[in-house]
């Protein structure tokens, strides 16, 4: 027995200590600078936290990074697991060894007249950036207060499957003219770990938007359509959207009564988005989130690091817009107004209100307008976004939103005779659901969209029981559409439930053809709650005024 035992324990300890490494090892090698960030953030992130341990472990981000740069080494990261009130936490930091990576790109670049070895120690060991791809738990009070996308990755990692999901991280390197939007792309792909047919890393992302038939290319960031571009068009099995508000008749859609209506559309459609578990990149300017140049007390109350007291970062020259992009990952369960991004130029789970984020909008940059750019990450099977493809997209599509309201506020169809129109608040409660999936994950993504509701419980009862009675349409993903009188966000009688097809693509009329019949075909069916029934006014193929 006691032999036995003495094998145990040894197996066990060489498991635990197979590539440890000390953490005065890990501090030299990411640097002081990297090593404070690292800190910093992890007590930002959680209240208290335990001794934490670090081993070596390969990575996807670090081994591109080598790549990209044409350097050997270091492709393996320094991997940090942290505990929080002496409870294992699972969360994983795969951080960067930037030192080493300092070192070889100088000793690569030490016979080129034009290298500045000072520049490229000030961007890659003084700014500190030294998040690669990680995985981090949700702090309680965030996981209490917000819905949060999440990806189960821990086994990807070579980490136990028990893991719970967590929110994919990674910071961008500044070098190459800065990477934030291939450092969304990554994280959005991480999130559909599910159904994603490729994870690819920085350099094969830049690779895909900057480079064409195998030559070479100068790094950098991407434009706001090649974001688009490189999501839809490579084989990942999903789709993403340049989407803004219209500026006059571009789209030939309804004009926009005023810049606060156009306001509260984004706003609506970044909502429903999110809990629809749907990762929104948006285009913003760094200087406004960061506040680079901004007072002490203005810093503080204003740009979204500011308030999240996020470390302030520097940024060199006068002040002029410079072209970012964050993730927006979860939304307030209560207050839709409210939502957490993740910043590649700075932490993860930020918390921002829809003003501060409309407010660090680009404008006149890359031909886009003055509105908040939003670029919704779907399944390739969606065609249907809520707000509607910019000019400079490749293809342009009208959003929902403006055949909800053209349909929903105006006298009605023959066909929709049988559906009141409605005047109460608009647009109601929205998201995306696939009707083809089972009974479990419809009635989740149903709480979805719906929590906050009173009454979202039994209209998700009766949905499900018209399902049973296959009232539903079956045709995969559709738009789910709550009209309520939402004073007290009470769902009070004569409530209607609207289904479009979100499979159906709608593209740009040309002038003259704009009618209210043609919006009629993405309409699948029409619910009116009456007394304690649910009872379809209008299904598409079988018309109907009764159940």
């Not at 000030?122 to 500190?128: Q, T």
């Not at 086994?155 to 969304?184: D, I, T």
């Not at 680009?362 to 493809?389: D, K, M, R």
């Not at 969209?449 to 009454?455: H, V, Y």
């Amino acid at each position: 027995m006691t032999g036995n035992t003495s094998n145990d324990t040894t197996e066990k300890s060489a498991d635990i200590n197979l590539n440890v490494v000390e953490e005065s090892r890990a501090e030299q090698e990411i640097g002081a600078a990297g090593f404070k960030t690292v800190k910093r953030l992890c007590e930002w992130l959680y209240e208290r936290t335990g001794v934490p341990s670090y081993r070596t472990a390969p990575s996807i981000i670090t081994r591109s990074e080598c790549e990209l740069f044409g350097i050997s080494s270091p492709r393996f990261c320094i991997r940090k697991y942290i505990t929080t009130l002496g409870d294992p936490q699972p969360t994983l930091f795969n951080l960067r060894r930037l030192e080493w990576f300092c070192k070889s790109l100088v000793a690569l670049g030490e016979n080129d007249k034009d290298f500045d070895p000072d520049a490229v120690r000030r961007d890659v060991v003084e700014l500190g950036m030294a998040f690669a791809d990680s995985l981090i738990s949700l702090p309680p009070k965030i996981a209490a207060d917000y819905h949060v996308i999440q990806c189960s990755l821990s086994e990807y990692y070579g980490e136990s499957r028990s893991w719970p999901p967590a929110v994919p991280f990674l910071q961008h390197m500044p070098l190459g003219g800065g990477m934030c939007a291939q450092a969304c792309i990554f994280m959005a792909l991480c999130l559909y770990e599910q159904i994603v047919k490729k994870l690819c890393s920085v350099a094969e992302l830049t690779a895909l938007g900057l480079g064409k038939d195998g030559r070479s290319f100068v790094m950098g960031g991407f434009e706001a359509y090649k974001i688009a571009e490189v999501i839809s068009e490579n084989g990942f099995g999903l789709t993403g959207f340049l989407e803004a508000m219209p500026e006059g008749q571009e789209y030939h859609a309804p004009p926009m009564a005023s810049p606060a209506r156009a306001t509260s559309w984004l706003s609506t459609a970044l909502t429903a988005y999110v809990r629809s578990n749907v990762p929104v990149i948006c285009l913003v300017d760094l200087g406004k989130v960061g506040g680079p140049w901004l007072p002490d007390n203005q810093w503080k109350e204003s740009c979204i690091w500011g308030t999240n007291g996020a470390r302030r970062l520097r940024l060199d020259g006068l002040p002029h817009q410079r072209a970012h992009s964050v993730l927006v990952i979860g939304c307030h369960r209560s207050n839709r107004e409210q939502f957490l991004i993740n910043d590649p130029a700075m932490y993860p789970l930020l918390k921002c209100s829809f003003e501060q984020l409309h407010a660090a909008r680009l404008c006149n940059t890359e031909g886009l307008g003055a509105s908040l750019h939003l670029i919704p990450v779907f399944p390739e099977a969606i065609y249907v976004p809520l707000v509607g493809c910019h000019k400079i997209a490749h293809s342009r599509h009208l959003g929902l939103l403006f055949s909800a309201q053209l349909l929903q506020t105006s006298p009605p169809l023959a066909e929709l005779q049988g559906v009141p129109r409605w005047t109460g608040p608009w647009p109601g409660d929205l998201g995306l659901v696939n009707l083809a999936g089972e009974d479990s994950k419809i009635s989740d993504q149903m709480y979805s969209i719906f929590s906050g509701n009173p009454d979202a419980d039994t209209v998700i009862q009766q949905l499900m029981a018209a399902r049973k009675r296959k009232e539903l349409p079956r045709t995969g993903w559709c738009w789910l559409q709550w009209l309520h009188e939402s004073g007290s966000r009470s769902g009070r009688l004569n409530d209607q439930i609207w289904i479009w097809n979100a499979e159906r693509s709608v593209e740009t009329l040309t002038k003259g053809q704009h009618t209210v019949r043609w919006h009629f075909d993405g309409v699948d069916a029409v619910f009116e709650r009456v007394g304690n029934g649910l009872f379809r006014r209008f299904c598409r193929g079988q018309l109907s005024n009764n159940s």
